[in-house]
């Protein structure tokens, strides 16, 4: 079911799946130039949770014309479940949505019933962990600023696919990913003049632990962009929080290893 809906004074193009009546599993995607659909296999769900995607504001298929900043993204989330007639909703933020998650958890904890913090992370004090053999094998963006919408972070998803996912072997399946996605030139103006917030709020630990649910934090463990040892350390900070580690998927763990990375988030769910 595909709509547009009316939500928090913009517009913000939904797309769910499952049964309304079931619990709800609301998905915020990454970029936050990317669109929803790299995400799609958590539809699987669907056969026990009513999955909600959508596109943040300045993305797909969502208004690309309102202010553009984390904490609004984050009271978006929050209007668009009670928009659906939840009082509550499961949420899975994934990189930069986890980000978004985080501060869901810190703006509107009531709506949150259960988080998943998918390849992300709630530190900004580290390093990319990047083999030497990987980094010879991105491309460079020479970027003039002319192009079609979007062409700017399809180049950027592109040259950094080595990095993405571990699975290099599925190298042309990923590209077939991204030929999907409808990726947003909105973003690139804050982005370059250093206007935005950082996705995740100010002490993201202290957030989790005061809004006090239950988490569950799904890392790949070849993950280069966030390394797995921030996935440990808020881990260790958030008590009662779980750790799951996909062996063999880097970022895209969803695409590296699907299998895997449903059952785990379909136990948490469950459990």
């Known amino acids: 079911m595909d709509a547009i809906e009316p939500v928090n004074g913009i517009k913000l193009f939904v797309r769910r799946f499952g049964d309304p009546a079931a619990p709800m599993l609301a998905v915020i995607h990454g970029g936050p130039p990317w669109d929803h659909s790299y995400l799609l ?3 699987e769900l669907a056969d026990a949770f009513h999955v909600v995607f959508f596109d943040l504001r300045g993305s797909g298929r969502s208004s690309r014309d309102a202010p ?41 904890p009531w709506v949150l019933r259960r988080l998943i913090l998918a390849s992300t992370t709630a530190y900004g004090d580290f390093e990319p962990v990047i083999p030497p053999e990987r980094a010879a094998l991105c491309g460079e963006v ?6 079609p919408e ?7 998803a592109e040259a950094d696919l080595p990095v993405t996912i571990w699975r290099l072997d599925r190298a042309d399946e990923w590209r077939a990913v991204l030929a999907e996605v409808r990726f947003s030139s909105a973003w690139d103006v804050p982005y370059a003049e250093g206007k ?9 630990p202290a957030v989790l632990r005061r809004w006090g649910g239950e988490v569950l934090i799904l890392h790949g463990e070849r993950e280069m962009t966030f390394p797995p040892e921030v996935a440990h350390r808020l881990h260790a900070a958030v008590p009662g929080s779980r750790l799951r580690l996909i062996p063999e998927a880097a970022h895209m763990a969803q695409f590296d290893d699907p299998v895997a990375w449903l059952a785990a988030v379909r ?5």
């Open 41 to 43: 296999p958590v539809a």
């Open 267 to 271: 136990e948490f769910l469950r459990g």
């Open 142 to 147: 020479d970027w003039s600023g002319d192009g």
């Open 68 to 108: 553009l900043q984390p904490d609004l993204i984050a009271d978006d989330v929050a209007a668009l479940i009670r928009h659906l007639g939840a009082e509550q909703a499961d949420v899975l933020g994934f990189s930069y949505g986890g980000g978004i998650a985080m501060r869901v958890a810190e703006q509107h």
């Open 150 to 156: 979007g062409a700017l972070a399809r180049a950027m």
């Open 196 to 204: 935005l917030k950082p996705a995740r709020p100010g002490d993201p």
